[in-house]
Structure formats: C-alpha cells, structure tokens
C-alpha cells in the first residue's frame, strides 16, 4: 500500500490557469507538509498543517493555498499560475514524536508554459 | 536560522569506490539529522537518521555519525555500485521537529 499518494504525478498548464495537487497519507499522522524542488533540486518547505490545522506558512504567495479537509488529506491549489511555479511538488507527512520521520510522496511534476 | 551545507556535485565514482559526501549544519539546540536519497524519476526516501550526538545512523551499507563538536553528518559508503547512483540530500529537523531544511543536494554518478 502506497503510504503518501499524490495526483496527478504530471501537470502541464497555461500561464494564468488555476489547478489543484491532492496528497492523501495512510500512516495516521497528524502533520502534513507540502515542498517545492526547483529546477536546480534544491527543496524547500511551503506549508505544514497539523490537525487540520496550518502551522508553517514560509512566505508562499497568496496565489498558493492549502487545504486540509481532514488530516489524512493536504491538498494544494494554485491560482494564476506563472512560469516561475514549474516545479515538482512533494507532499510529506510525519507522526508525533519530535524525531519521526517524514515519509515523502511521489512528487507532482508542474509546468507551466 | 537553521542551514545545511552539502558538498558540491556532481560526484563521479567507480564502482567499488569509497564514497563521503559531506554534510555540515548550523542550528540552534539539538537538531535530529536525516539523509534522504531521489533516485531518478523518483520522490524522496528516507536513507538514514540520527536524533542525537554521536549516534549512527546506517541502512544499505550507508553510514553517518553525527558529530556535534564538528556539526557534521557526513555520508560514506565503503564500496560504491551503480544502483547508488542518485541525488542526496542532507537535512536537518528543528527542535519541535516542525519542518525540514535541506542541504542542496549531491548528484552521485557510479559508472560499472
């Protein structure tokens, strides 16, 4: 069974659209994250909920919104996207203890043209 | 804030080489420390971790020690093959353990 499931794994879009990546886990964690890798790998945090409830939010833009209709789910939605959104998007989750391990999905590869 | 540094890729070894990508951090407190492996087309995996100073972490012939006295996590393997071959990431998690801060990756090529 797949632990962390993003879809889809492949995005092609227009500039200006708006499109939505889902992320579901079935550890039963309760924090939830959503990365991005630039065309360079480098990784960085864009959001982390807990419980449903936000908790990191690294200086993202509006046009970035997560949502999370249960803890078991992170979805994320991206209005007018720009050419400079073309990246892969990992979707992670992690249990209770302070030194779990945050198990990674497969990534949403986006790009915008 | 906190930061990891990783060596500068990409690496190019033989098949049985030994291998170090270093791996040093700055943070405040007690970070726990984490290597994770992207093999192509692929999401990331946990590789190994270790929560306090001078633990090992190990998995797959892979091993790390986490030096606080150099803020160092440095990755080795005795004898390289061209299933390793794939990016590396050093991290590091805060206390509170919220969020991730990755190193910049090392591209590892191992050719036959």
């Known amino acids: 069974d797949t632990a962390v499931s993003q879809t889809p794994k492949y995005l092609v879009t227009q500039m200006g659209n708006d499109k939505s990546i889902k992320c579901e886990q079935n550890?039963?964690?309760?924090?939830m994250y959503w990365y991005k890798q630039d065309s360079k790998k480098f990784l960085k945090i864009m959001f982390s909920?807990?419980?449903?409830?936000?908790?990191i939010n690294e200086t993202v833009p509006n046009r970035f919104s997560p949502k999370s209709p249960d803890k078991a789910h992170l979805n994320l939605h991206i209005n007018s996207l720009e050419l400079g959104d073309s990246a892969v998007y990992f979707c992670?989750?992690?249990?209770?203890?302070?030194?779990?391990?945050?198990?990674f999905g497969p990534g949403t590869r986006l790009t915008v043209l | 804030g906190n930061s990891v540094t990783q060596m500068e890729g990409p690496v190019t070894l033989s098949e049985e080489a030994f291998l170090t990508i270093n791996c040093t951090y700055t943070?405040?407190?007690?970070?726990?420390l984490f290597w994770y492996v992207q093999y192509p087309g692929e999401g990331l995996q946990l590789l190994l971790k270790?929560?306090?100073?001078?633990d090992k972490g190990s998995n797959k012939g892979f091993e790390a020690t986490y030096r606080k006295e150099t803020t160092s996590f440095h990755l080795e393997k005795g004898s390289v093959q061209v299933s390793d071959s794939a990016v590396y990431f050093c991290a590091l998690s805060g206390q509170g353990a919220q969020k991730l801060v990755f190193g910049q990756g090392t591209r590892l090529t191992i050719n036959p």
């Open positions: 943070a405040t407190g007690y970070p726990s």
């Open positions: 909920y807990n419980n449903k409830e936000l908790i």
């Open positions: 992670a989750s992690r249990g209770q203890g302070k030194t779990d391990t945050q198990y």
């Open positions: 550890l039963g964690h309760d924090t």
């Open positions: 270790a929560t306090k100073a001078d």
